[in-house]
């Protein structure tokens, strides 16, 4: 059974820290790995992520794929209270392109 | 671009209530998606339409619920009769043909009471 799995499920650090999520994952024919953001609305796209190696980044957010051990990471640097969110992390599997959903991390930024 | 718009944001109803939630993808977007998120078990994925043709609906908890797509700007999804288990807060999401990126709309908070 196709399954995505993150960790920590949550996290709290003070402002200015550097955080790591984790996403790994089984699946069957991989197509791609993207990450959301989840404040208290609808998630919003960060990233995709398709090939090993080649990171991904927008402002402190960044992100890297390792198609050989089957995980991802999300990085973020010099953490912002309004980076408090839950962080999803989905797959893309099959010829459907169904995405196949982690149950995220949810990131607490105290000031 | 709007975006993906949902009707309505907010519903309150009483168990045995017919519900009706609607959803216009962005346009040009050839695939639909309705999801349902709880604390419990995260974001489900109901149902998905590619063309408007419903593709895999193992994911709608049973009889009581449905979803259509007449058209390629819009969807409903209805639960009739509602139950208070029904609770949650329903997406829907649609997605183009280039990317395998989904996009999301605000979202239907349900309240079944």
């Not at chain 1, 999803?88 to 959903?101: D, E, F, H, P, T």
Request: net charge neutral; with cysteine.
């Amino acid at each position: 059974e196709d399954k995505v799995v993150q960790s920590p499920l949550s996290l709290v650090v003070h402002e200015g820290d550097t955080v790591t999520l984790n996403c790994s994952y089984e699946v069957t024919n991989f197509r791609s790995l993207l990450w959301y953001k989840q404040e208290k609305k609808a998630p919003t796209f960060l990233f995709m992520l398709t090939s090993s190696g080649i990171e991904k980044k927008s402002g402190r957010l960044s992100s890297i794929l390792d198609k050989k051990e089957l995980f991802s990471i999300l990085n973020i640097t010099a953490t912002q209270t309004g980076d408090s969110a839950v962080y999803l992390c989905a797959v893309s599997a099959g010829n459907n392109r169904k995405l196949i959903w982690g149950l995220g991390t949810s990131l607490a930024v105290n000031p | 671009d709007a975006g993906v718009i949902q009707s309505p944001r907010h519903e309150v109803t009483e168990m045995g209530q017919e519900v009706t939630l609607r959803c216009k993808p962005i346009s040009g977007h050839n695939s639909l998606f309705w999801y349902r998120q709880t604390m419990m078990r995260g974001l489900e994925l109901l149902i998905y339409f590619n063309n408007n043709v419903p593709i895999d609906d193992s994911g709608m908890p049973e009889d009581r619920f449905s979803a259509k797509m007449p058209n390629a700007s819009f969807s409903t999804l209805k639960i009739q009769p509602s139950e208070p288990r029904d609770s949650a807060v329903y997406f829907c999401a649609s997605r183009g043909t280039v990317t395998d990126t989904q996009y999301f709309g605000p979202g239907t908070r349900l309240t079944v009471l």
